[in-house]
């Protein structure tokens, strides 16, 4: 009865399928926290910006002034400034655990690759975002990281002086730049939270993954108050750890330059941007060539949409999947030594290691992720499957299977879909 009344109202009816009786895999850990959290950030950033755009002035005059009069004037400005500074590191942070748990999981595999390349997207507005939130400042890393990165764009044969001249606004970064890139910030958050409504819709049309990659509609749970519990102790981890850098190591993530005002006739000694750039501005330097450098980067990322269609294997999960768990562990390590690479002084050896690195990064995806999947499509093609009497035999320890049960371990062994009422035989309990 009181079902049939949520219903009936169409928010509370939305509410009641996408959180309340949303059917959930009863196995998922806490890694599958991680996109909740990425929602906890985008609301954090989205709330701590308004209240800090009242009181900022975007003019290359007063842009760094005004900074400071939120840091030492407005009430609790300080705390709102470090929220949203730091909160730009934590929506990094957990995005990056998203995403590799994705690669680990094989959640880019059907059906859920729409679902994959829908959170690219995201991941590519969330850098848009981050890059012009960080010139906003009008320090000196502001200043010239603004000028370095729009310069790329003068790379593309014939139109790129004249794209880089409307980016700009003007012959130089300057204050229509800055004007325009704090419109544009105050914006796409607006249009990501956009696109994560379309990211919950595809996720809640085909369902969430889990770590065993089984694809069955068995052993379901709704997600109030199972996995809300779950999530909510999540939650608590992660602002007692995003707290830490608050109020004790405010300043540790960010740059010491950008508290010197933007000089166009000083260039500091090492132009880096923010931490979570470094892997792919890693990229762009190991290769000697302008253009291939910014192709290289733009690829790094447009990659990751590559993956639903460049892979071949029937298995989902990197659980059963060893020869690529294995590499798995080498691009997560690799990703890693990208980002030490990218705030070192392109000198050697520096300079043949991010080489070594960014070649790695592309035959991964490009080239190991296929073959890896059509040599597991291989074995398991020619692998004589078993009968029903010899799963039996195998299964004698346990409480002793029909025919029936035994043909329904064999499909889950396959991957395929069951549909199984209750009561659930002993095997799927």
């Known amino acids: 009865m009181m079902k049939n009344r949520w219903n009936k109202n169409s928010i509370l009816s939305f509410i009641d399928s996408h959180i309340i009786n949303y059917p959930t895999p009863i196995n998922l850990n806490y890694l599958w926290s991680f996109g909740s959290l990425a929602g906890l950030c985008l609301v954090i950033q989205i709330i701590t910006g308004i209240f800090l755009a009242m009181h900022y002035t975007p003019h290359v005059s007063f842009a760094f002034n005004s900074v400071e009069h939120i840091m030492r004037d ?36 059907y059906p859920r ?26 320090g000196q890393m502001s200043f010239w990281g603004a000028t370095v ?86 939650f608590l981890i992660f602002i007692f750890f995003f707290s830490v850098f608050v109020f004790f190591y405010p300043n540790v993530l960010g740059h010491s330059d950008n508290y010197i005002p933007a000089n166009p006739l000083v260039t500091p000694p090492h132009i880096v941007p923010e931490w979570y750039f470094l892997p792919f501005y890693a990229i762009l330097r190991s290769i000697p060539d302008k253009l291939g450098g910014v192709a290289a ?23 059963f999947r060893p020869i690529y768990a294995f590499f798995y562990w080498f691009l997560v390590s690799d990703f890693l030594l990208l980002g030490w690479i990218g705030q070192k002084p ?57 025919e029936y049960e035994a043909g329904l371990y064999l499909k889950l062994l396959k991957g395929e879909e069951i549909s199984v009422k209750p009561p659930f035989p002993p095997l799927m309990k």
């Open 297 to 319: 980067m733009i690829s790094a990322i447009l990659v990751l949409l590559l993956i639903p269609v460049i892979n071949f294997s029937e298995v989902r999960s990197s659980k």
């Open 74 to 109: 407005v009430n609790n400005g300080w705390l709102i400034r470090y929220i949203h500074a730091n909160g730009a590191s934590m929506f990094f942070i957990v995005t990056y655990f998203h995403i590799f748990r994705g690669l680990y999981f094989g959640s880019y595999m």
């Open 346 to 402: 392109v000198e050697s050896p520096y300079i043949e290691v991010g080489m070594l690195a960014t070649l790695f990064y592309f035959a991964f995806f490009l080239f190991l992720m296929p073959l890896i999947g059509f040599i597991e499509s291989f074995l398991i093609k020619f692998e004589s499957p078993k009968t029903a009497e010899e799963v039996q035999e195998d299964w004698e320890e346990f409480d002793m299977l029909d």
């Open 113 to 138: 690759g729409l679902l994959w390349c829908s959170g690219v997207i995201i991941f590519l507005a969330m850098m848009a975002t981050a890059f012009m939130g960080y010139v906003l400042p009008w």
């Open 149 to 234: 990165i729009t310069n790329l764009f003068s790379a593309i044969p014939f139109v790129g002086a004249s794209i880089v001249e409307w980016l700009w606004g003007g012959f130089s970064v300057d204050n229509a730049t800055l004007n325009r890139f704090f419109s544009l910030h105050y914006l796409l958050p607006f249009v990501i939270v956009g696109l994560v409504l379309v990211h919950l819709s595809l996720l809640h049309t085909v369902g969430s993954n889990n770590p065993l990659g089984i694809n069955t509609n068995v052993d379901l749970v709704v997600f109030y108050p199972y996995f809300y519990v779950k999530d909510l102790f999540a």
